[in-house]
């Protein structure tokens, strides 16, 4: 009857407000979400690159911005919590600075904080009876705490995107210098020259072999991904998805293969030589590698991108401008962020260093992106691209580092003369002696408990594993169920827009038929036409919900209930 419809209509009018004042407050939640994205660093410059050249471009630039913040957080932790603690305990540096340091990374700087071997053993305490600062515990457990981070936030960030998408020195200068400025014009005997020649040429060659390795690998990790990227053009892929992510799994392999290669030197050869600072020499190779690869990731931008733009405008038109190289691009910031975080260990302030290579890279990408390449030829879906860039940064990049940290914390002898844990037979040495001390006070009783009970136990690892194992898979069953529930909603949807064709024609003959009637009385007949399309609207709801109910047990379970 008419009460009937009446306490239908005030009903469905409440739930209307309801809805309204959800959405209000979604709205006002989504102006606070871009006002604070404005306020974060360079959200104009991004916003430009891509409208102009699209998201898969901008997914580059957005993961560059996110490596660049490992590295901050890197640098303010190590620099808060060992080297300026170091600075208290430092002795002066003897050796005189040259500015060749700068392109080595030895000489000066092999006395000071960036490296290893500078680091004290000693308990740092200022004045006599107050408080000390044990460097070998803030070392170990500073870097530790570290990659804990970077684990647990790479774990949770490719879990929530994957749910999102898929469910010593030389006393001249620099070699331009002893070119230019260290001839002796008072020689004029033949032989003397010859000789005076071969002595110059000894010594750039003494200082050029430091820059030999770090060359070979940047023109190996520069030259043949330019070969992946002509090969894939060949090989004509149907989509550019294709395309990006077989060049990003060979440029994997390759980058796999030198940074394997190069840890199998560091850890088995230079770990094992005679050197009175092996991890010294570490620090100081990763240093050059990082600063040349800088080097070539800037030349590459003007010979891979600056110089075929001249050529396909002037010289071969028929090329055109060139596109970003997206896959190429990626894998060199996690062959850079991978040499980070493996020197981490060696040089505590290289995040700083990267992190000042990750801003000048930043703007140099996003010049040459502007003046020198067009944007994609081809639209295609990038809202998974984040998401792989994580993986390939966890999954080999950051498991690989963790291995081969692991293995220079345990296994590894520290060097005998130099950095915090001289003496001890493993880095991890100072953790056991540690707790050993702990062990004889009352109050810390706990702490030696859990360090041998939970910490140094294979059974709760083993536990620890299992049970990431079973919510991981019960995760991935959760992702599958709601895949599910999304087709069958989408058939739903498509169902109930029929159902509404349907009834809004039965709604529209019966009000036709209404008006061509001579003779309506009653209250009941009185019905407005509101009424009647609230209640149709409740109709075409329930009519909807019979139907999900009727679907598959489990995915319809309850939801007469709820609907009620």
């Not at 460097?135 to 970077?150: D, E, P, S």
């Not at 003959?509 to 008006?515: A, D, G, I, L, P």
Request: charged share 10%; proline share 3%.
């Amino acid at each position: 009857g008419i009460d009937a419809a009446e306490d239908l209509v005030g009903s469905l009018a409440n739930s209307c407000l309801s809805s309204s004042s959800l959405q209000s407050f979604r709205r006002f939640g989504n102006t606070l979400t871009e006002h604070f994205h404005q306020l974060q660093p360079w959200h104009k410059t991004l916003k430009i690159i891509g409208a102009e050249f699209g998201t898969s471009v901008l997914s580059y630039f957005i993961f560059l911005k996110w490596l660049l913040n490992f590295n901050i957080f890197s640098f303010l932790i190590n620099f808060g919590f060992i080297t300026i603690p170091q600075f208290l305990a430092a002795e002066p540096n003897n050796l005189s600075f040259t500015g060749l340091e700068l392109l080595t990374g030895a000489g000066y700087f092999q006395q000071t904080v960036l490296y290893y071997g500078s680091y004290t053993n000693a308990t740092i305490s200022k004045v006599e009876n107050s408080a000390s600062y044990n460097m070998q515990l803030a070392y170990i457990f500073t870097v530790g705490t570290y990659f804990v981070i970077c684990f647990l936030i790479l774990l949770f960030s490719m879990a929530r995107l994957f749910s999102r998408n898929f469910v010593n020195p030389q006393a001249r200068s620099v070699n331009a210098s002893k070119l230019l400025c260290t001839w002796d014009f008072n020689i004029t005997n033949e032989k003397a020259v010859k000789l005076q020649q071969k002595n110059l040429l000894t010594q750039i060659k003494r200082q050029s072999a430091m820059l030999v390795l770090p060359v070979i690998v940047s023109l190996l990790n520069t030259l043949i991904p330019f070969f992946f990227s002509w090969l894939g053009h060949l090989e004509n892929f149907q989509t550019p998805g294709q395309h990006i992510y077989v060049t990003i799994i060979r440029n994997i392999i390759l980058k796999i293969s030198i940074v394997g290669i190069l840890c199998y030197y560091w850890l088995n050869i230079v770990a094992t030589s005679e050197s009175q600072c092996w991890e010294t020499l570490v620090g100081q190779d990763i240093y050059r590698l990082v600063l040349v690869d800088f080097i070539f990731c800037l030349l590459g931008s003007f010979f891979g991108e600056f110089l075929r733009r001249i050529i396909g405008t002037t010289v071969c038109v028929s090329l055109g401008l060139p596109e970003f190289d997206i896959g190429r691009n990626v894998l060199d910031l996690i062959y850079a962020q991978t040499l980070t975080w493996i020197g981490i260990l060696f040089s505590p302030l290289l995040p700083g260093i990267q992190m000042i290579a990750f801003l000048i890279v930043f703007f140099v990408k996003k010049v040459s992106l502007m003046r020198n390449c067009q944007p994609p030829c081809k639209v295609w879906r990038t809202a998974q691209m984040m998401t792989s860039f994580i993986f390939l940064l966890f999954c080999p990049s950051f498991l690989g580092v963790l291995s081969v940290i692991g293995v220079t914390v345990w296994r590894l002898k520290p060097s005998e003369e130099c950095g915090p844990f001289r003496g001890l037979p493993s880095m991890y040495a100072a953790v056991a002696e540690w707790i050993q001390m702990l062990e004889s006070y009352t109050a810390w009783k706990w702490v030696v408990w859990i360090y041998h009970n939970l910490i140094s136990s294979e059974l709760f690892f083993f536990i620890i594993s299992t049970f990431v194992l079973v919510v991981t898979y019960l995760y991935w069953q959760i992702i599958q169920a709601r895949r599910t529930m999304t087709k069958l909603l989408h058939n739903q949807i498509i169902n109930a827009g029929k159902d509404k064709k349907f009834l809004l024609q039965k709604l529209q003959k019966v009000q036709r038929s209404k008006r061509s009637s001579s003779a309506l009385g009653g209250r009941g007949q009185q019905v407005s036409l509101t009424a009647q399309l609230l209640l149709f609207n409740c109709l075409v709801q329930v009519h909807g919900v019979l139907q999900l109910c009727k679907q598959p047990a489990g995915l319809g379970k309850g939801c007469a209930s709820n609907f009620i």
